[in-house]
């Protein structure tokens, strides 16, 4: 007796509804949770077909699910585990969560129904929509400014080469964007981008891939404007004279391996990049944070130019006297009359077209090579794709 009564004041006590019917599927019991989700008392719904409390088509089509799981045996006739509706005494619909058990007791057949409300899920995961809707909104408005803002920056250097005043008047121009950026960019960046991780981890619960899908444009326009805010960042800490190299001593094949990883993340579809290295030896004393800039850079470049279904060569290897970085795309090359110009800051190949870019890039390997006494060299032909190789002296 003590049994059967604890078992009683857990079921009357239950958070989510439990209901059993029998092999007819009328209704033998209701606990109070499942009464106030549907809106009922107990006695208007027990010895009632449990068909009232579905709408339509499963009202009318629940007796042939029955008949057809005492047929089969299979329980996903019954919905099993799977969300269905439910309908409330007032005529309105909400969602649950429906888990059904057979028992066989006193020689016949009981089967209960668990039932939990997931009313307060879907309100959640509407809010989450709205909100990730929010956020790309303010990303793209943000990058429209900056957009407007770099494209001023080109126009002025344009103006730069007519006369040493304009050049003076571009420096100024662009020690405020700088300025600018670092204040009122980073901070707001950081908001959305930490922003869209949380919705990320809360929202996995749902796993609804609309809001995976908006988080990812999110989190790639984040990433595209923080991209061109470090080159503008790298670019005056290297004009004020700020970059020294600190050398340390690493295992290049590993440092390499860790790139390689990182920027097949960020790869296209289908891209693949392919990384191997040649030498005896891999440990190297250089600044580890200059070199992985020139790497991402060079590689970053490989992709953006590359189309889908692709191959990217990242190659290192040690001789005797020097460390060999080379990067080999098949994109869309640099054609002959812009490879003199290739490695000069905003400047930007005629047939980038509307691929993305600072025009940074390049200009900012070349200098950071430069501080390690690297030399960089490249080959490229239109339609057949670019290789850059940088070289750096070291001790093994």
């Known amino acids: 007796m003590e049994n059967a009564a604890l078992l009683n004041a857990i079921i009357d006590n239950a958070i989510d509804g439990i209901i ?6 009328v209704v033998e019991t209701i606990n109070p949770s499942a009464c106030k989700l549907f809106g009922y008392q107990p006695n208007e719904v027990i010895g009632k077909n449990i068909s009232m409390l579905m709408p339509q ?9 029955i008949r057809r799981y005492d047929r089969t045996g299979n329980p996903h006739i019954i919905g099993i585990g799977r969300e269905v509706q439910g309908l409330r005494k007032d005529g309105s ?16 057949k009981i089967y209960t129904g668990f039932i939990h409300d997931l009313s307060r899920e879907k309100e959640a995961e509407e809010r989450l929509k ?18 407007e803002t770099v494209t001023e920056l ?10 040493l005043e304009k050049e003076k008047e571009l420096n100024q121009l662009k020690s405020r964007f700088v300025s600018m950026a670092s204040h009122e960019f980073r901070t707001p960046l950081s908001s959305i981008q930490l922003s869209a991780v949380l919705i990320e981890k809360y929202a996995q619960q749902f796993n609804n891939p609309n809001i995976a899908k908006h988080i990812g444009k999110i989190k790639n326009s984040v990433g595209n404007l923080t991209a061109i805010l470090n080159d503008f960042l790298s670019l005056e800490r290297l004009e004020a ?47 580890q944070s200059l070199l992985k800039n020139c790497i991402i850079n060079l590689v970053s470049n490989a992709i953006k130019y590359s189309g889908e279904n692709t191959f990217i060569e990242f190659n290192t290897e040690i001789t005797e006297s020097h460390l060999i970085v080379a990067v080999k795309d098949n994109g869309i090359g640099i054609p002959d009359s812009d490879q003199k110009h290739l490695f000069e800051a905003f400047f930007r190949a005629h047939n980038t077209g509307n691929i993305p870019g600072t025009g940074l890039g390049l200009n900012i390997v070349t200098r950071y090579a430069g501080l390690m006494n690297g030399q960089i060299e490249f080959e490229s032909k239109v339609n057949q794709g670019t290789s850059f190789t940088i070289s750096f002296p070291i001790a093994v």
């Open 130 to 147: 709205e909100y990730a809707g929010q956020l790309e909104e303010q990303v793209a408005e943000r990058t429209q400014s900056l957009r």
């Open 154 to 163: 080109q126009h002025a250097k344009e103006e730069v080469s007519q006369s």
């Open 241 to 287: 004279g700020k970059v020294e190299p600190v050398y340390t001593r690493f295992d290049i094949v590993k440092f390499a391996e860790e790139i390689t990883e990182e920027m097949q993340l960020v790869a296209k579809q289908n891209q693949h990049i392919i990384y191997q290295h040649t030498g005896t030896v891999s440990m190297v004393s250089l600044d």
């Open 57 to 65: 088509p499963d009202q009318a089509q629940h007796d042939e699910y």
């Open 20 to 25: 059993t019917i029998n092999e007819r599927g």
């Open 93 to 108: 619909v909400f969602p649950f969560r429906l888990g059904v058990s057979e028992v066989q007791f006193s020689g016949r």
